[in-house]
């Protein structure tokens, strides 16, 4: 079957660096999503990692492994802002997502 | 650029009514759309992917004749649910895609839908 794994809740402190994994299984693979999501709101698309390797845009870097069926997301000089629920999404063959649950970042002062 | 306007934000009715909800996609245009609902803390359910021009494509266990997906154009997309009851109340959002497969969707700001 297809499964996507991260955690469900992961605590960092303001100006931190915090690392976010996923783990997926598909059948198929055209790329992985990261995608933040207040509470309350729609998700806000991140970032999109279809190769191997570290895609940076700012404070927020996405790295991918194909072959270990890998993600993280990486969130530097973490603000309040930040603290959102993270949803990691695989696209399979037949180009659908399949979401994760999502990972509840708490950021402290 | 890739801005979704879903509407309404919130409703609040009573018991048997039917709503609508719109999803468009304002600057660009969208094959396909999507709609998803969404319960406190948990993920996003994929209810139903709509394709301009052509009949809906459904999840396993969503109800066509209760949630009925009309995409007309390449920018509109509608849900409606069809004679709501009080399990139907959650959080509906739309996301479309612009250009091919592989692309982002971009999400509507989601409609809260409670039924009394």
């Known amino acids: 079957g297809q499964n996507i794994d991260q955690p469900t809740e992961m605590t960092a402190t303001e100006g931190a660096i915090v690392q976010i994994n996923c783990t997926y299984q598909?059948?198929?693979?055209?790329?992985l999503f990261w995608y933040q999501q207040h509470a309350g709101e729609a998700p806000t698309f991140l970032s999109y990692n279809v190769l191997d390797g570290l895609e940076e845009k700012g404070r927020f870097s996405s790295f991918l492994s194909r072959s270990k069926g890998y993600s993280y997301l990486l969130l530097k000089e973490l603000q309040m802002k930040d603290s959102a629920s993270y949803l990691c999404?695989?696209?399979?063959?037949?180009?659908?997502?399949?979401w994760g649950a999502g990972t509840k970042l708490i950021i402290k002062p | 650029g890739a801005v979704v306007s879903q509407h309404p934000s919130r409703v609040i009715c009573k018991s048997g009514t039917s709503v609508k909800i719109e999803c468009r996609s304002l600057?660009?245009?969208?094959?396909?759309m999507f709609w998803y609902r969404q319960f406190p803390k948990k993920s996003l359910m994929l209810m139903a992917t709509?394709?301009?021009?052509?009949?809906?494509?459904?999840e396993q266990g969503v109800e066509k004749d209760k949630f009925l997906i009309n995409h007309a154009s390449l920018t509109l997309s509608t849900l409606t649910v069809t004679s709501a009851h009080p399990e139907d109340s959650s959080f509906y959002i739309c996301?479309?895609?612009?250009?091919?497969?592989?692309?982002?969707?971009?999400f509507g700001d989601g409609t809260r839908l409670s039924i009394l």
């Open positions: 996301s479309a895609r612009p250009g091919q497969e592989n692309q982002p969707q971009h």
């Open positions: 999404a695989a696209m399979d063959s037949n180009y659908q997502l399949i």
């Open positions: 600057d660009f245009q969208a094959t396909t």
């Open positions: 598909t059948s198929g693979f055209n790329g």
């Open positions: 709509s394709n301009e021009g052509s009949k809906a494509t459904y």
